[in-house]
C-alpha cells in the first residue's frame, strides 16, 4: 500500500544507554531524541487548547464525593 501509515513511538531512554558504546547506540539514541522533538511539537498544541478551555481533571477527597455524580 502506498498510503500505508508508519508509527514510530519513542522507546524509553534506560535501554540505549545501557547498550555498548558502539556506532549502533548513538544511532539509537539520535533515532529516539528525533522521535522525542517530533511528539514534543505535536503535543504542545492540544495542551494549549485544552489548558484555554479548562479541561482539567478534578479530584475530590473520599469516597462519597469521588462516587457522586
Known sequence: MPNEVRWYIAKRRKPAREMEECWQKKLALAF?????????????????VKSIFKNKKARYKGLKKNGAS
Not at 32 to 48: G, L, Q, T
Request: hydrophobic share 40%; aromatic share 6%.
Open 32 to 48: 529516539e531524541k528525533i522521535k522525542a522533538r517530533i511528539r514534543a511539537r505535536v503535543e504542545h498544541p492540544f495542551h494549549i
